[in-house]
């Protein structure tokens, strides 16, 4: 028998029609009232209305069935899994490392570029490498590092707090949810706030006097 491949997605499957089992079922769509029947008046009622009796909740008591066109049905379910995926966001963690005695020009450095990654919507994994005999400061780690998330506290906030693993004191910090909204001058927004320039009137030439010859006994 042919297995098929092992990244191909399956679409769920849902019993229609004859399909279903149970003895009653509660029947849902539109313009239908939510109500409790055989299943046999819910196939006849489907029927009349020329759709289908779809089971879309089968462990439901009794299960619920939609009465609706099935083939519509199966769109309407993928095209709402494809708008899930793409709101789904993809959350990378970018690491940050300290020594226990780091300087202020490395740890604003590290500072600037947490508050970079925060921004694009990562998190952040700070840490202090305790190397050696520098394990005896790890009380001046764990300073450092909440030192840090108050640094950060307009940015992210702490998911874990700093936790010391072998040689390693971790923290996380995680994104804020800040939406920005960029206020966009229209064409329309310019022409109500901008009074419009006034038109010049034309300057009225005077007329050009005859320069021609004069001739004796006319006046012009």
Same mark, same amino acid.
Do not use: W
């Given at each position: 028998?042919?297995?098929?491949?092992?990244?191909? +997605?399956?679409?769920?499957?849902?019993?229609?029609?004859?399909?279903?089992?149970?003895?009653?079922?509660?029947? =849902?769509?539109?313009?239908?009232?939510?109500?409790?029947?055989?299943?046999?008046?819910?196939?006849?009622?489907?029927?009349?209305?020329?759709?289908?009796?779809?089971?879309?909740?089968?462990?439901?008591?009794?299960?619920?069935?939609?009465?609706?066109?099935?083939?519509?049905?199966?769109?309407?379910?993928? #095209?709402?899994?494809?708008?899930? #995926?793409?709101?789904? =966001?993809?959350?990378?963690?970018? @690491?940050?490392?300290?020594?226990?005695?780091?300087?202020?020009?490395?740890?604003?450095?590290?500072?600037?570029?947490? #508050?970079?990654?925060?921004?694009?919507?990562?998190?952040?994994?700070?840490? =202090?490498?305790?190397?050696?005999?520098?394990?005896?400061? #790890?009380?001046?780690?764990?300073?450092?590092?909440?030192?840090?998330?108050?640094?950060?506290?307009?940015?992210?906030?702490?998911?874990?707090?700093?936790?010391?693993?072998?040689?390693?004191?971790?923290?996380?910090?995680?994104?804020?949810?800040?939406?920005?909204?960029?206020?966009?001058?229209?064409? @329309?927004?310019? @022409?109500?706030?901008?009074?419009?320039?006034?038109?010049?009137?034309? +300057?009225?030439?005077?007329?050009?006097?005859?320069?021609?010859?004069?001739? @004796?006994?006319?006046?012009?």
């Amino acid at each position: 028998m042919r297995q098929p491949p092992k990244n191909r +997605k399956v679409t769920p499957r849902y019993n229609i029609n004859g399909q279903i089992r149970a003895r009653e079922v509660r029947i =849902v769509g539109d313009d239908i009232a939510p109500t409790v029947l055989p299943t046999r008046d819910a196939l006849r009622l489907a029927r009349e209305k020329e759709l289908d009796l779809v089971e879309i909740s089968p462990n439901a008591e009794p299960p619920v069935c939609r009465i609706c066109d099935y083939s519509k049905f199966l769109y309407q379910q993928k #095209k709402r899994q494809k708008e899930l #995926k793409a709101k789904q =966001v993809k959350i990378e963690v970018k @690491e940050i490392r300290f020594g226990p005695q780091t300087d202020d020009h490395d740890y604003n450095f590290k500072l600037k570029h947490a #508050k970079g990654f925060l921004e694009d919507g990562d998190k952040v994994k700070a840490y =202090v490498f305790f190397r050696g005999r520098s394990i005896l400061f #790890k009380e001046q780690g764990e300073v450092l590092l909440l030192r840090f998330a108050a640094d950060l506290e307009e940015y992210g906030k702490v998911e874990q707090m700093p936790k010391l693993e072998g040689k390693r004191m971790t923290m996380f910090i995680a994104p804020k949810k800040v939406q920005v909204k960029k206020e966009k001058t229209t064409d @329309e927004e310019t @022409e109500t706030t901008e009074p419009r320039p006034e038109k010049k009137q034309p +300057k009225q030439r005077a007329p050009k006097e005859y320069t021609g010859p004069k001739v @004796e006994g006319e006046d012009f």
